[in-house]
C-alpha cells in the first residue's frame, strides 16, 4: 500500500508536493472500513484516493511521477541515456535536481524507497525500512562529483555474498542499484529485503493509463476461470449488453507467429524467452486478440481472441469481437482486473482517468464494489477524475479525497479536503462545483468569443 509520495522538479510539480494517504485522527469514526493499520506504528492508512483537479492542473502528472519512479526502480538503462526525467520549466529552479520519495507497505513492512536525479545521472538513491520511530537504512548510493558510484549496502547484512559483493562494484550512473541488482544477480540473491521492494514494484503496482489496456487480458482471461465469470458477471451486471465473455485459444506454427509479429519482433522475442523456462510472454495484436508464446521444453504458439456474447429474448446468442463493442465496455473490461485482483491479493491499482468512456453511475458503483469487497487485507485503489458524483461523503471519507491546482506560475499544488472545516451534512459535490475548494476550470467570458466569431 502506498502511504505517502513526495515529487518535486517534475513535469508540473515545482517544490516539493506530498500526496498523503494517512488517514487523519480527526476523522476516526468515518467508514472505519476504510483504512489498516500501518506495521509498527499507530498510524492507519487509507484504501482509496480520489484526485480530483482541473484539465493541465496536474492530477495525472502525479500518476507520471509514480510511473517513473517505477521505471526508475525497475528498468536497466543504457550507458549515456541520460535519466528520462522530466523537469519542471517554468522556472529557473528547473535546472536543479528532481526527488521521488515514496512510503509504502510490501509484505507486512513499511519502506521507504525514493531517488533524487538530474537530467544524466541518479545523484542519491535510498532504501529505508522503517520500524516505529526509527529508520534502519538498507543501502544508500550517491553519485559523487567524478561520477563515481558508491553504494553503502550496510544495512543489508542478511542478504547474501553477492550482492553485497555488487554494492562494492556500483552500477551506470543513470541506473539505480535497484535495477542493476535485478539485471546482475539472479532472484535467489536478493535477500529478504530486495525482494520485497522489487517484488512490490513489479507484481504489487499496476499503473493504468487512461489510453491503454490491462497488460495480457486474454491471457488473464483464458488461465483464470474464476476472473472469467466474474468478468462477464459484472458486464452483465451494469447493463453493457453482454451476457458472457468467450475465450477462443488456437495454436499457431512459429512461421505464423513470425508473420503477424515480424521477423525482427519474433527474432527478439524469442530469442528473450530462449534461456526462461516455463515462461509465457502475451503480446496484444489489438484489443481482442492476443499472441501467446508459452515455454516448457519446447516453445508453443497460440493465437487468443476475446469476445462478448449477447443473449437475446428469442434464445439467440450472438458473439461479437472486443473490438465491436463500445468504448466504455472495453474500458470497463480493461478495469475489472482490478476489482479482482483487489479482492484476493495485497495489490495497489492507480488508474489515471478512472471517468474516461464510463457513465457517471458505473464509476460511483466501482469504487462502491471495491470498498465492500475489500475490507479485509492491504488493498488500495486510487483514481483520478473529473466525475464529480463521487464527491459523496455516503461513499468515500473527507481524506480519501484530493484536489490538483496551478498556481499563477504554472506549479501544481495538492492538497485535500480533509484541510476544509466544513460540516458533515455538506453538499460537497456542489460546493465544489461552486469553486468553493478549488480545482475546477476558470471559465473566461466565452460569450464574447462567440460573438467575436459572430463578426468575423
Known amino acids: 500500500m502506498i502511504v505517502s509520495f513526495t515529487v518535486s522538479n517534475f513535469r508540473s510539480f515545482s517544490s516539493e508536493e506530498t500526496f498523503s494517504l494517512i488517514a487523519s485522527n480527526r476523522l476516526s469514526d468515518s467508514h472505519r472500513d476504510h483504512t489498516c493499520s500501518v506495521p509498527d506504528s499507530k498510524e492507519n492508512v487509507l484504501k482509496t484516493g480520489v484526485i480530483y483537479g482541473a484539465n493541465g492542473a496536474g492530477k495525472s502528472n502525479l500518476f507520471k511521477a509514480l510511473k517513473y519512479l517505477k521505471s526508475i526502480a525497475l528498468k536497466s538503462k543504457k550507458k549515456h541515456s541520460g535519466t528520462g526525467r522530466e ?3 517554468f522556472a529557473a529552479a528547473s535546472n536543479e535536481s528532481s526527488v521521488f520519495d515514496l512510503l509504502f507497505v510490501a509484505n507486512n513492512k513499511l519502506y521507504r524507497y525514493g531517488v533524487k536525479v538530474d537530467d544524466h545521472k541518479i545523484i542519491e538513491e535510498w532504501f529505508v ?13 550517491v553519485t559523487d562529483e567524478d561520477g563515481q558510484v558508491k553504494i553503502d549496502a550496510s544495512g543489508l547484512k542478511s542478504s547474501g555474498d553477492k550482492l553485497r559483493a555488487l554494492a ?31 517484488s512490490w ?20 482471461l483464458d488461465s483464470d476461470l474464476d476472473f472469467l465469470e466474474f468478468a462477464g458477471n459484472f458486464l452483465k451486471s451494469a447493463s453493457t449488453g453482454v451476457d458472457h465473455l468467450l ?56 493465437r487468443v481472441t476475446i469476445q462478448a456474447a449477447h443473449k437475446f429474448q428469442s434464445g439467440n446468442v450472438v458473439s461479437l469481437d472486443l473490438t465491436e463493442e463500445s468504448d466504455g465496455t472495453r474500458r470497463l473490461l480493461n478495469l475489472l482486473p482490478a476489482l479482482h485482483f483487489l479482492r484476493t491479493s495485497n495489490a495497489v491499482f492507480f488508474i489515471d482517468e478512472i471517468d474516461r468512456s464510463l457513465h457517471p453511475k458505473l464509476a460511483w458503483e466501482f469504487l462502491e464494489f471495491f470498498l ?57 459535490r456542489k460546493h465544489y462545483l461552486q469553486g468553493r475548494f478549488g480545482a475546477i476550470p476558470f471559465l473566461r467570458n466565452l460569450t464574447g468569443l462567440i460573438e467575436n466569431e459572430a463578426v468575423t
Request: glycine share 4%; with cysteine; net charge negative.
Open 247 to 302: 475465450i477462443q485459444k488456437n495454436e499457431i506454427t512459429e512461421e505464423e507467429l513470425r508473420h503477424l509479429l515480424g521477423e525482427r519482433y519474433a527474432a527478439k522475442l524469442l530469442d528473450d524467452i530462449s534461456e526462461d523456462k516455463d515462461s509465457v510472454a502475451a503480446i496484444p495484436l489489438n484489443q481482442d486478440i492476443e499472441l501467446l508464446v508459452e515455454r516448457t521444453d519446447e516453445n508453443h504458439f497460440y
Open 201 to 220: 514494484f513489479d507484481d504489487s503496482l499496476t499503473l493504468i493509463a487512461p489510453d491503454t489496456s490491462f497488460s495480457s487480458l486474454g491471457q488473464l
Open 129 to 141: 525500512h522503517i520500524v516505529g520511530s526509527k529508520e534502519k537504512r538498507l543501502y544508500e548510493r
Open 372 to 428: 465492500k469487497s475489500c475490507q479485509s487485507g492491504q488493498h488500495q485503489i486510487i483514481v483520478t477524475t473529473h466525475e464529480s458524483n463521487l464527491l459523496d461523503l455516503d461513499l468515500l471519507r473527507r481524506d480519501e479525497i484530493w484536489f490538483a491546482e496551478k498556481d499563477p506560475l504554472g506549479a501544481s499544488h495538492l492538497y485535500s479536503l480533509s484541510d476544509f472545516k466544513i460540516r458533515t451534512d455538506l453538499d460537497i
Open 87 to 89: 523537469k519542471f520549466k
Open 168 to 198: 562494492t562494484v556500483g552500477g551506470p550512473q543513470n541506473q539505480s542499484f535497484l535495477a542493476t541488482i535485478q539485471a546482475t544477480l539472479d532472484t535467489i540473491d536478493f535477500g529478504e529485503q530486495i525482494s520485497d521492494v522489487i
